[in-house]
């Protein structure tokens, strides 16, 4: 009897051909696609472990690193210009009037300190939990829950409005070429970013700054989510206060000054 189960009968019939297995070709092709996902994987990864490698940060680690740094030049640019200046005031060939006219012009500008009674705004997002706190009005989205943009500058714009002499922002000082930016829920301010709550601090006349503040159309409504909602809001008197002088580059990159 014939070992072969292609060939039934007698053992002197000739061999039939064997049949294809398209199994085999299928499990090949498995064992060659995963040879291939292997081999991209090491090649990607160098040696290094992909889930822990600590050069992949995160994002936010990365922008909150570039912050840090941001915030430690503009100390250096601080006490460089300090020195500049003091040296410039040994001899610099001026008169008394041109250097007055100078001073006058750089506190304007904001690059010097301020000092002065002052008031300041507090901003902060909802609770997570916050639920509608009054009737007919519908549950809140996230979006409701969080400090925007146009809020912080609403904000900003009243109290200038209010005769500010001086405006900081968290612990940076705002020039005429300073913008108010929000990425989600953070704050990005001269190349730093910020996390609520947000302080605003103005130097002016304290009941003046708070009509401006009232009379404004962009915090009453916001004003709609704190009562509604919890977003947070408070005003406080700081009593005499000095704000300091912006220490980053005055230069313009998208405008030119009109001559």
Request: charged share 25%; with cysteine; proline share 6%.
């Amino acid at each position: 009897m014939s070992n072969s189960a292609d060939s039934p009968g007698t053992g002197t019939s000739p061999a039939r051909p064997r049949r294809f297995r398209p199994v085999r070709v299928l499990t090949a092709g498995v064992f060659a696609l995963a040879g291939l996902l292997f081999f991209t994987s090491f090649n990607t990864a160098k040696g290094t472990n992909i889930r822990t490698d600590t050069s992949l940060l995160k994002l936010s680690d990365l922008i909150h690193e570039r912050s840090h740094d941001n915030g430690r030049l503009e100390e250096s640019n601080a006490a460089l210009r300090r020195q500049i200046e003091t040296l410039a005031e040994r001899d610099d060939g001026s008169t008394k009037a041109e250097d007055d006219k100078l001073a006058d012009l750089e506190k304007r500008a904001g690059t010097q300190r301020l000092k002065g009674r002052a008031i300041t705004v507090t901003l902060n997002d909802a609770p997570p939990d916050a639920t509608a706190k009054l009737p007919g009005y519908p549950e809140p989205q996230p979006d409701y829950l969080v400090i925007h943009q146009q809020d912080l500058q609403a904000v900003v714009n009243a109290l200038w409005q209010g005769g500010a002499q001086g405006i900081k922002v968290m612990d940076q000082r705002l020039i005429s070429t300073s913008a108010v930016r929000c990425v989600g829920n953070t704050l990005i301010l001269q190349g730093r970013v910020y996390s609520p709550p947000y302080r605003i601090t103005a130097v002016g006349e304290p009941e003046k700054l708070k009509k401006a503040l009232a009379a404004s159309p962009a915090i009453q409504n916001y004003m709609v989510y704190v009562n509604v909602y919890g977003l947070g809001w408070k005003v406080e008197d700081n009593g005499t206060v000095t704000l300091p002088g912006y220490a980053g580059t005055a230069d313009l990159h998208y405008a030119k000054p009109v001559e």
